[in-house]
């Protein structure tokens, strides 16, 4: 048993008996942890607002040491995202984000990688700068962050290199996890189309960092075959229905899949 202090970002929460509060928490130093709050839905609460979700802040816990859950002791605000909570568009795309880790990420296990991904990507739809494709950049990086980097710069098969600027059909498995030239891409199923335009977006954005990756301006067609690739890469990844992850999931404001 011991009590610890850790960041951590707020992906939900459920309500837990007559006064208390079930939350879930991806942290710094511990990846998804579960908690429960006492008296945290009472109007004088000592929470407070603290346990809203998408919010980022210094959490303090008290570990029983066994498979129960934590008993979350203090929650102070770094950063509220408030106004991520004030609208439909932010609420949707915030709430993408943090279902998404949700469901990526195991429990007790640190990711540093992911946990400042999901912070930085919070910021930039706080920032309003272009937030379906900070949703974009985030999801790609997000996969790969989670151990399963596609590979876009030569065919999965014959291993040729793809050639800039040539119009040529292009395949995407997800099974695979990776791009397929038209001839190889037969032996394949089930096979996603791809143009090769889309090919070098998902490329580019990745090695970039994540701000530069907003200068980037993807046509519709793009944005249509990136969010198909996504929705089946995830679901290969999970073992989920890819309708878990269509453009507008619906907001998670107020709670989470626990």
């Known amino acids: 048993m011991a009590l610890f202090s850790t960041p ?22 511990r990846g998804k942890l579960k908690g429960v709050a006492k008296g945290a839905r009472r109007m004088k609460s000592r929470f407070g607002a603290t346990l809203e979700p998408f919010t ?59 946990f400042d ?9 706080e920032e309003k700068k272009d937030p379906p494709l900070s949703v974009m950049l985030f999801i790609s990086r997000l996969i790969a962050c989670s151990g399963y980097q ?11 290199p793809f050639k800039p600027g040539k119009p040529e059909a292009l395949y ?23 143009s090769q335009g889309t090919r070098a977006f998902l490329s580019a954005s990745q090695k970039m960092d994540y701000e530069r990756a907003h200068r980037l301006r993807p046509s519709l067609q793009i944005q ?10 995830l679901s290969h990844i999970t073992g989920k229905s890819t309708r ?6 619906g907001p998670t404001l107020g709670s989470a899949r626990l």
């Open 8 to 29: 951590a970002i707020v992906l939900g929460g459920i309500r837990l008996g007559e006064a208390d509060k079930l939350v879930t928490f991806f942290t710094l130093t």
């Open 117 to 125: 991904l999901l912070l930085q990507g919070l910021f930039f739809l």
């Open 172 to 194: 995407f498995s997800p099974g695979a996890g990776g791009a397929l030239c038209a001839k190889c891409g037969k032996m394949h199923v089930p096979l996603i189309p791809m």
């Open 56 to 114: 980022h802040c210094k959490l303090v816990v008290f570990d029983k040491g066994t498979e129960k859950l934590a008993r979350i002791e203090q929650c102070d605000i770094l950063h509220s995202f408030q106004s991520l909570r004030e609208d439909w568009g932010g609420i949707e795309r915030s709430s993408r984000m943090v279902d998404l880790v949700a469901q990526m990420t195991p429990d007790g296990q640190a990711n540093t990688e992911t």
């Open 224 to 233: 249509k075959e990136c969010e198909a690739i996504f929705k089946h890469t």
């Open 244 to 249: 878990r992850f269509t453009k507008n999931p």
């Open 150 to 160: 596609p590979h876009w710069e030569t065919c999965l098969k014959c291993r040729l």
